[in-house]
T-cell receptor, first 116, second 117 residues
Framework: AQSVTQLGSHVSVSEGALVLLRCNYS??????LFWYVQYPNQGLQLLLK??????LVKGINGFEAEFKKSETSFHLTKPSAHMSDAAEYFC??????????????FGKGTLLTVNP | DARVTQTPRHKVTEMGQEVTMRCQPI?????VFWYRQTMMQGLELLAY????????DSGMPKDRFSAEMPDATLATLKIQPSEPRDSAVYFC???????????????FGPGTRLTVL
């Protein structure tokens, strides 16, 4: 079975500071990993994904994440936070569902606050 | 700019009433998902449709919930009768079903915030 743990339900950074949102996963098969962002009163939007290949994945809005198999981690980073980055971020892993490629297990989310 | 639309955006109802939530997937997408988001449980997959056929509704309480796709442009999620524990945000997502793809992205709608009193 797959699971996702996001460390820290709330992260607060200053504008211009490094953003680091942590995600650890467990998976019985090679994982496909995702980060989604949810702005207030909106649906989830895909930030980036890792399936195979390069372990450093770049996404939209300057975010990137690195897949580290030895650490079972997929942390999300951005060098310099912007006020518009304030949102909730969800890490997800694709479930192993008998070949189905649609089921995702989501973490509980991390709320990012950016202070001026 | 193609988007998934959901109606209503907010719904307040009393326990025992029927609730119907509607979703219009992005034109051309042939997979539709219903999710429920709560503080306690986070995001849960309720149902999954492909080409309008329900393929998986294992996450949905069968006694009171039902999901249908009357046509390719409309998906519905009904709760009858509703209960206070059904209060949540319900998201619809759609995506292309690309044969052989490693992963087919899901595009989320803005959600319906349901409050059952």
């Amino acid at each position: 079975a797959q699971s996702v743990t996001q460390l820290g339900s709330h992260v607060s950074v200053s504008e211009g500071a490094l953003v680091l949102l942590r995600c650890n996963y467990s998976s019985s098969v090679p994982p496909y990993l995702f980060w989604y962002v949810q702005y207030p009163n909106q649906g989830l939007q895909l930030l980036l994904k890792y399936t195979t290949g390069a372990t450093l994945v770049k996404g939209i809005n300057g975010f990137e994440a690195e897949f580290k198999k030895s650490e079972t981690s997929f942390h999300l980073t951005k060098p310099s936070a912007h006020m518009s980055d304030a949102a909730e971020y969800f890490c997800a892993v694709r479930r192993d569902s008998g070949g189905s490629n649609y089921k995702l297990t989501f973490g509980k989310g991390t709320l990012l606050t950016v202070n001026p | 700019d193609a988007r998934v639309t959901q109606t209503p955006r907010h719904k307040v109802t009393e326990m025992g009433q029927e609730v119907t939530m509607r979703c219009q997937p992005i034109l051309g997408h042939n997979t539709v998902f219903w999710y429920r988001q709560t503080m306690m449980q986070g995001l849960e997959l309720l149902a999954y449709f492909r080409n309008r056929a329900p393929l998986d509704d294992s996450g949905m309480p069968k006694d009171r919930f039902s999901a249908e796709m009357p046509d390719a442009t409309l998906a519905t999620l009904k709760i009858q009768p509703s209960e206070p524990r059904d209060s949540a945000v319900y998201f619809c997502a759609s995506g292309p079903d690309l044969s052989g793809s490693l992963y087919n992205e899901q595009f989320f709608g803005p959600g319906t915030r349901l409050t059952v009193l």
